[in-house]
Nanobody
Framework: HVQLVESGGGSVQAGGSLRLSCAAS????????LAWFHETTGKEREGVAY????????DYAVSVQGRFIISRDNSKNTVYLQMNGPKPEDTGTYYC???????????????WGQGTQVTVS
């Protein structure tokens, strides 16, 4: 049974920092792309960043470039999202997802976590 479990959400001041984690169980993540998505009230879930299976390449949404960093530790079956300098518009629920193509489009991701809430004020 494949599971992705996010943690690390909470309240943070604008300009601060927060690190989200997503732990996988039931499968080994080293063969898959992993990504973070952001969803806020009234808007569709949007891709924030993805990272390749070996961790050597990543891509980011324009809105978070230079502020957020995605990383992974395959030995721990975990992917991270370091949120530096968050802004109020970054508030929302963050989901990690397992995917099979280098894209920030939801259509390429087949397993999702339950989400973790981030509030930036």
């Amino acid at each position: 049974h494949v599971q992705l479990v996010e943690s690390g959400g909470g309240s943070v001041q604008a300009g601060g920092s927060l690190r989200l984690s997503c732990a996988a169980s039931g499968h080994v993540i080293s063969s898959y792309l992993l990504a973070w998505f952001h969803e806020t009230t009234g808007k569709e879930r949007e891709g924030v960043a993805y990272i390749t299976p070996d961790g050597t390449s990543a891509d980011y949404a324009v809105s978070v470039q230079g502020r957020f960093i995605i990383s992974r530790d395959n030995s721990k079956n975990t992917v991270y999202l370091q949120m530096n300098g968050p802004k109020p518009e970054d508030t929302g629920t963050y989901y990690c997802a397992r995917g099979y193509s280098g894209s920030l489009s939801r259509r390429y991701y087949d397993k999702w976590g339950q989400g973790t809430q981030v509030t930036v004020s």
